[in-house]
């Protein structure tokens, strides 16, 4: 069968087995979907909503397997769509951060009331920026976001906003260029993992498919780990940018898919509640309903110490 499997460069670990050709061993009828090529229909405004094009496209037949941060599949399923969970990795707490200019005023997520905050809506940042404001007693409602992900970092220098939600490379060249104070760490607040999902259908008739997508993950996140640069390189070739500052990133981060556990569908939830309460989402969402446990072995079985970093 063909399968189709998404991937775009803010999953790294897809982004590279795309260009590796790990996969096509074992499944030579392999279509690779560029997500930045499909149609996003209109994107709302952070405070009408979260934009789920990735959530969406697994139904309609744009692909069948994809990696994301946390908060599509949360889109998804409050969609009403049936994922699955398959993997996530270890927390990435070193990929990015809250942020202002030093001398703004602004000290801690709390003096955020009435300002401006850059952020990319419907990624991971979008779940660090809500704990962050209820952690300091304030609702989506108190702040103005600004979706811009891919500017954002000029926003921010230009002072055309008072906070970001920064990720690295781009928070690289930020630190080189401002004195910046950090408002909240990711760490201790969010894991902000990576996290790979499919269709229910998909994980129940096609397993073995599913286990050839997981193993060379685990094999070319392997050689992520052993050759960052050349990694690095594939990154830079696509956008442009710069290959030390994307080495830089990629060694700040973990590589290499785990189980499904209880401590992320709890933190799951809690972002999944938070979303439904600033209302960006419609409805109530169970994380745990999206989880098979019996894809936590198939996991296992691959996991980075079972593969050779080559």
Same mark, same amino acid.
């Given at each position: 069968?063909?399968?189709?499997?998404?991937?775009?460069?803010?999953?790294?670990?897809?982004?590279?087995?795309?260009?590796?050709?790990?996969?096509?061993?074992?499944?030579?009828?392999?279509?690779w979907?560029?997500?930045?090529?499909?149609?996003?229909?209109?994107?709302?405004?952070?405070?009408?909503?979260?934009?789920?094009?990735?959530?969406?496209?697994?139904?309609?037949g744009?692909?069948?397997?994809?990696?994301?941060?946390?908060t599509?599949?949360?889109?998804?399923?409050?969609?009403g769509?049936?994922?699955?969970?398959?993997?996530?990795?270890?927390?990435?707490?070193?990929?990015?951060?809250?942020?202002?200019?030093?001398?703004?005023?602004?000290?801690?997520?709390?003096?955020?009331?009435?300002?401006?905050?850059?952020?990319?809506?419907?990624?991971?940042?979008?779940?660090?920026?809500?704990?962050?404001?209820?952690?300091? $007693? !304030?609702?989506?409602?108190?702040? /103005?976001? =600004?979706?811009?992900?891919a500017?954002? #970092? %000029? +926003? &921010?220098?230009?002072?055309?906003?008072?906070?970001?939600?920064?990720?690295?490379?781009?928070?690289?060249?930020?630190?080189?260029?401002?004195?910046?104070?950090t408002?909240?760490?990711?760490?201790?607040?969010?894991?902000?993992r990576?996290?790979?999902?499919?269709?229910?259908?998909?994980?129940?008739?096609?397993?073995?498919?599913?286990?050839?997508?997981?193993?060379?993950?685990?094999?070319?996140?392997?050689w992520?780990?052993?050759?960052?640069?050349?990694?690095?390189?594939?990154f830079?070739?696509?956008?442009?940018?710069?290959?030390a500052?994307?080495?830089?990133?990629l060694?700040?981060?973990?590589f $290499? !898919?785990?189980?499904v556990?209880? /401590?992320? =569908?709890?933190?799951?939830?809690?972002a #999944? %509640? +938070? &979303?439904?309460?600033?209302?960006?989402?419609?409805?109530?969402?169970?994380?745990?309903?999206?989880?098979?446990?019996?894809?936590?072995?198939?996991?296992?079985?691959?996991?980075?110490?079972?593969?050779?970093?080559?």
């Open positions: 069968m063909s399968v189709k499997v998404g991937y775009f460069p803010s999953n790294n670990s897809l982004w590279v087995l795309r260009h590796r050709g790990i996969l096509e061993r074992t499944l030579p009828g392999v279509e979907v560029d997500l930045r090529s499909l149609p996003a229909g209109a994107r709302p405004s952070p405070a009408e909503g979260l934009p789920s094009p990735h959530g969406d496209h697994l139904f309609d744009g692909y069948d397997f994809i990696g994301t941060g946390s599509p599949p949360v889109t998804a399923q409050a969609k769509h049936d994922i699955v969970y398959v993997a996530v990795s270890d927390p990435r707490h070193e990929n990015g951060r809250l942020v202002a200019r030093a001398g703004s005023g602004i000290a801690s997520p709390a003096d955020l009331k009435g300002r401006r905050v850059a952020l990319g809506h419907g990624s991971w940042q979008t779940t660090l920026l809500l704990f962050a404001l209820d952690g300091a $007693g !304030l609702t989506w409602d108190d702040i /103005e976001p =600004v979706d811009a992900y500017g954002a #970092a %000029d +926003l &921010f220098l230009g002072g055309e906003v008072d906070a970001w939600v920064g990720s690295y490379p781009a928070l690289t060249r930020v630190e080189a260029e401002a004195e910046l104070v408002l909240v760490e990711t760490e201790g607040l969010f894991s902000h990576s996290l790979w999902f499919t269709r229910r259908d998909f994980a129940e008739r096609h397993r073995d498919e599913l286990a050839a997508i997981v193993a060379a993950l685990q094999e070319s996140d392997a992520i780990r052993e050759d960052p640069a050349g990694a690095a390189a594939l830079a070739a696509d956008d442009g940018g710069d290959v500052a994307w080495e830089n990133a060694r700040r981060r973990p $290499g !898919l785990r189980p556990g209880a /401590e992320f =569908v709890a933190e799951q939830q809690r #999944a %509640d +938070l &979303f439904h309460a600033a209302g960006l989402i419609d409805r109530e969402i169970d994380v745990a309903a999206a989880v098979l446990p019996e894809l936590a072995g198939l996991v296992e079985r691959t996991g980075p110490a079972a593969v050779p970093a080559g």
